[in-house]
């Protein structure tokens, strides 16, 4: 599913148009980006939680050529941890 079916099904859910459908959508990631970057957890409760994490410096070797190492460097990333309603909907309790 992408974004644009993800809003049709919304609007049809919440009995709203699409174009209110597209704005509660773009709100949403719009907050757990912005909470994201302050260093907040975004947690629904059922779902899941989304978090930032910091993946630490290390080396690596150049795949163009695999005799030469080079610097990753440090890179904040999101991880999302499933919730227990999620995760008992997909194992089909």
Sequence with gaps: MNKAALIEKLAA???VTKK????M??????????ELKAGNEVTLTGF???MAK???ARGGVNPQNPTER???PEVRV????????????LKGK
Excluded: M, P, S, Y
């Excluded at 209110?20 to 704005?23: K, M, S, V, Y």
């Excluded at 959508?25 to 912005?34: H, N, R, S, T, W």
């Excluded at 999101?78 to 909907?89: E, I, P, R, S």
């Design 13 to 15: 859910e919440a009995q």
């Design 20 to 23: 209110q459908a597209e704005d």
């Design 25 to 34: 959508v773009e709100g949403l990631i719009k907050i757990i980006i912005d």
């Design 48 to 50: 899941g939680t989304f």
């Design 54 to 56: 910091t993946r630490h």
């Design 70 to 72: 080079i610097q990753i």
């Design 78 to 89: 999101c991880k999302f941890k499933t919730g227990k309603t999620l995760k008992d909907a």
